[in-house]
T-cell receptor, first 115, second 111 residues
Framework: EAGVAQSPRYKIIEKRQSVAFWCNPI?????LYWYQQILGQGPKLLIQ????????DSQLPKDRFSAERLKGVDSTLKIQPAKLEDSAVYLCASSWVGSRSPEQYFGPGTRLTVT | SQQGEEDPQALSIQEGENATMNCSYK?????LQWYRQNSGRGLVHLILIRSNEREKHSGRLRVTLDTSKKSSSLLITASRAADTASYFC???????????FGQGTRLTINP
């Protein structure tokens, strides 16, 4: 089966600019996650969707970050305006719903550099 | 919030040796998972162990879970150069489907 797709793979922007990332999950996976991974750290969950509804966005900096999953399939994550501390890898993951198969499948990530 | 903490932060061994990484966590869990991340890549799921299990094997991987001590270990036997990567433990946050990752152990296998 095809894996989680993300684009772009790399992005360099100046602070205060905006940027958007796209993710297409594995077919049939109702749950989609966006993580931020700062260099040398583990991934931190930003937002979790189940179908097109938000399950958890408690760690999403809502003053500058937004995400949507309009048709319950692919998703976009936007940062506007970007700050230097947003430099990180943004990972998208997907999984089946429910606790019987809690494994998450990750995309390759988008490496964002804010200058 | 960071749930799991891996130990050591970095580990360097010779090819063929065994590598052991430890993970501690803070709250009750339904399951604990281990993931591998090669440099510049996304994470790959390795193995899941449920709270009612004590040990699990998958190929050269052995995972143990001690819920009384809130700790887990990952053993990689007969290491290979291709095992060079960062390894993360992740726990479900008090039974929720979301995962909370530790800081990871960076493993280097020297030929």
């Amino acid at each position: 089966e095809a894996g989680v797709a993300q684009s772009p793979r790399y992005k360099i922007i100046e602070k205060r600019q905006s940027v958007a990332f796209w993710c297409n999950p594995i077919s049939g996976h109702a749950t989609l996650y966006w993580y931020q991974q700062i260099l040398g750290q583990g991934p931190k969950l930003l937002i979790q969707f189940q179908n097109n509804g938000v399950v958890d966005d408690s760690q999403l900096p809502k003053d500058r970050f937004s995400a949507e999953r309009l048709k319950g399939v692919d998703s976009t994550l936007k940062i506007q305006p970007a700050k230097l501390e947003d430099s990180a890898v943004y990972l998208c993951a997907s999984s089946w719903v429910g606790s019987r198969s809690p494994e998450q499948y990750f995309g390759p990530g988008t490496r964002l550099t804010v200058t | 919030s960071q749930q799991g903490e891996e130990d050591p932060q970095a580990l360097s061994i010779q090819e063929g040796e065994n590598a052991t990484m430890n993970c501690s966590y803070k709250t009750s869990i339904n399951n604990l998972q281990w993931y591998r991340q090669n440099s510049g890549r996304g994470l790959v799921h390795l193995i899941l162990i449920r709270s009612n299990e004590r040990e699990k094997h998958s190929g050269r991987l052995r995972v143990t879970l001690d819920t009384s001590k809130k700790s887990s270990s990952l053993l990689i036997t007969a290491s290979r150069a291709a095992d060079t990567a960062s390894y993360f433990c992740a726990t479900d946050d008090q039974g929720a489907q979301k995962l909370v990752f530790g800081q990871g152990t960076r493993l280097t296998i020297n030929p």
